[in-house]
């Protein structure tokens, strides 16, 4: 009887610590745009009110994270093909400018430096994205790679921000 007590146990706490690594890991937090702290790679100052009235695709990663830097083509090509319905494509970043300076060359977008780590912000994964209406709501979040100019994706992004 004890051994099946301590076996339910078990499975119980594994099943609570896979829904917190789940949670965790693969389901992109509520990040507080408002209070975001970010410069652009010159140091100045940025707020994403500079973006008003723009419906704005996030997207949080680093250098050194594979999957963060095989989707930036896919966000480049979104970018071209959403940039008449009033989207503005952006990266954001925790590490030294230097570094963010050659992805910015490399990409078009615009690349952010946030002041705060990301792990203050409880980015804990990356890359992770967040698509946001004209009035800076979160409408969407995702993470994990992911191809954002597919035929699939780009009328999801259309749909999720009338």
Same mark, same amino acid.
């Given at each position: 009887?004890?051994?099946?007590?301590?076996?339910?146990?078990?499975?119980?706490?594994?099943?609570?610590?896979?829904?917190?690594?789940?949670?965790?890991?693969?389901?992109?937090?509520?990040?507080?745009?408002?209070?975001?702290?970010? @410069?652009?790679?010159?140091?100045?100052?940025?707020?994403?009110?500079?973006?008003?009235?723009?419906?704005?695709?996030?997207?949080?990663?680093? @250098?050194?994270?594979?999957?963060?830097?095989?989707?930036?083509?896919?966000?480049?090509?979104?970018?071209?093909?959403?940039?008449?319905?009033?989207?503005?494509?952006?990266?954001?970043?925790?590490?030294?400018? %230097?570094?963010?300076?050659?992805?910015?060359?490399?990409?078009?977008?615009?690349?952010?430096?946030?002041?705060?780590?990301?792990?203050?912000?409880?980015?804990? @994964?990356?890359?992770?994205?967040?698509?946001?209406?004209?009035?800076? %709501?979160?409408?969407?979040?995702?993470?994990?790679? @992911?191809?954002?100019?597919?035929?699939?994706?780009? %009328?999801?992004?259309?749909?999720?921000?009338?």
């Amino acid at each position: 009887m004890k051994s099946k007590i301590l076996f339910i146990a078990g499975i119980i706490i594994a099943v609570l610590l896979a829904c917190f690594f789940y949670n965790k890991y693969r389901i992109a937090p509520k990040v507080k745009f408002e209070t975001l702290e970010l @410069t652009d790679l010159n140091g100045k100052k940025i707020s994403l009110d500079s973006f008003h009235n723009k419906k704005l695709f996030v997207n949080f990663f680093a @250098t050194w994270c594979g999957p963060c830097m095989r989707e930036i083509p896919s966000l480049v090509s979104s970018q071209k093909i959403l940039a008449n319905e009033n989207f503005q494509f952006i990266l954001i970043s925790d590490e030294s400018v %230097e570094k963010l300076k050659v992805v910015q060359e490399q990409s078009s977008l615009p690349v952010f430096h946030s002041v705060k780590k990301f792990r203050e912000l409880n980015i804990v @994964t990356i890359p992770v994205s967040y698509l946001l209406n004209e009035k800076h %709501e979160i409408v969407y979040k995702q993470t994990s790679e @992911t191809d954002w100019s597919s035929k699939a994706m780009i %009328e999801k992004l259309r749909n999720l921000s009338e």
